[in-house]
C-alpha cells in the first residue's frame, strides 16, 4: 500500500514562513505528479501547485511569488516553501500524487491526510 504523509503545519504570525513536507511512503515504482492543494472551512479545496516528473511547476495564482515548491526524487517527497504567510492562506493543505505501485501497470491517485495551517494577523 503506498500512502503520503504530511508534516510542517502549525501557527505562524501573518508575514511568517513554514515549510510543509509530503513524505511518499511504500512500495512504489514511480511517481508520476506530486502537489499541494488547501482546503479553508466553507470553501472547495483549492490547487497550490504542483510538480511534474521532470520538474515543471505550477501554481495557483495566489501564492505565485510567495509559495516555492521543490521536489525530492531520491526521498519521494515534496516540499512546500511558504514565505509572506496571510490569515487567508490558513487552510488543512493537503499533498497529492500520482503513483503506480510496485507490481502495477497502474497508477493511482493518493491523498495524505492533511497538515493545518492556521495564519495569525
Not at 509530503?22 to 510538480?51: D, F
Not at 516555492?68 to 504567510?85: I, W
Amino acid at each position: 500500500q503506498v500512502q503520503l504523509v504530511e508534516s510542517g503545519g502549525g501557527l505562524v504570525q501573518a508575514g511568517g514562513s513554514l515549510r510543509l513536507s509530503c513524505a511518499a511512503s511504500g512500495r512504489i515504482a514511480s511517481i508520476n505528479s506530486m502537489g499541494w492543494y488547501l482546503h479553508a472551512p466553507g470553501k472547495q479545496r483549492e490547487l497550490v501547485g504542483t510538480v511534474g516528473v521532470g520538474g515543471r511547476t505550477n501554481y495557483a495564482d495566489p501564492v505565485k511569488g510567495r509559495f516555492t515548491l521543490s521536489r525530492d526524487y531520491a526521498k519521494n517527497t515534496l516540499y512546500l516553501q511558504m514565505n509572506s504567510l496571510k490569515p487567508e492562506d490558513a487552510a488543512t493543505y493537503y499533498c497529492n500524487a500520482t503513483m503506480r505501485p510496485d507490481g502495477s501497470n497502474y497508477y493511482v491517485e493518493v491523498w495524505g491526510r492533511g497538515t493545518l495551517v492556521t495564519v495569525s494577523s
